[in-house]
C-alpha cells in the first residue's frame, strides 16, 4: 500500500513538469512567431505593418499612389476610430490573418470580409460626413455602400 499511495504523490508532481513544458513550448513558439512575423508592428498605425505579409504589397502599392494615402492610413479605413473598438477589431483580424495566412486558405487577390466591409462603410461615413450630408439627388436616397461605386479610391488594384 505505501509503494502505490507514494506512486500516486508523484503522479501530479510529473503531470505539473508536463504541463509547465508543454506550456513553455507553446509560450516559446508562440514569442518565435511574434518576433519573426514582427507581430509587434501591427500594434502600430504604420502602413508598413500592412505590407508585413506579402498577399498585401499590392494593395501597400496602390494605396501609395491613390488619393487616400496622402491622408489617411489602413487603420484610418480599415479599423474603427475608437480605442475599444479598434483593439477588438485589430486583434479579430490579427487572429483570422494568422490563421489564414500559416495555413494559405486564402483568396487572391485577398477580398474583404463583409464585417470588415461595415468597419470601412461606417469609417467613410464618419470622414466624408460633412459630404454626405450635402448629398442630393440618387445618392442621397440610395443606401448604398462607398465602396460599390468608390471601390478603388484607398488603395486601386487589378480585380
Known amino acids: 500500500m505505501g509503494r502505490t499511495s507514494s506512486a500516486r504523490r508523484r503522479a501530479p508532481f510529473w503531470w505539473g513538469v508536463g504541463l509547465a513544458a508543454l506550456l513553455g513550448a507553446l509560450a516559446g513558439l508562440s514569442a518565435f512567431t511574434l518576433h519573426y512575423a514582427r507581430g509587434a508592428s501591427y500594434l502600430s498605425n504604420s502602413p508598413e505593418a ?3 505579409c506579402h498577399v498585401m504589397r499590392e494593395q501597400y502599392e496602390a494605396w501609395q499612389r491613390s488619393s487616400h494615402g496622402r491622408v489617411a ?3 484610418d479605413c480599415h479599423s474603427p476610430h475608437t480605442i ?6 485589430k ?7 494568422s490563421v489564414a495566412f ?4 486564402f483568396d487572391e487577390p ?3 470580409t463583409s464585417f470588415n466591409a461595415r468597419v470601412v462603410q461606417a469609417n467613410c461615413e464618419d470622414c466624408h460626413r460633412t459630404m454626405i450630408s450635402q448629398m442630393t439627388g440618387r445618392h442621397a436616397d ?5 465602396a460599390s461605386c468608390h471601390a478603388g479610391v484607398g488603395h486601386p488594384t487589378r480585380d
Open 102 to 105: 500559416t495555413l494559405g486558405n
Open 84 to 89: 475599444p473598438e479598434k483593439l477588438f477589431v
Open 110 to 112: 485577398i477580398r474583404i
Open 91 to 97: 486583434g479579430i483580424n490579427g487572429l483570422r490573418h
Open 142 to 146: 440610395e443606401a448604398l455602400p462607398c
Open 50 to 52: 500592412c505590407a508585413n
Open 73 to 75: 492610413v489602413c487603420n
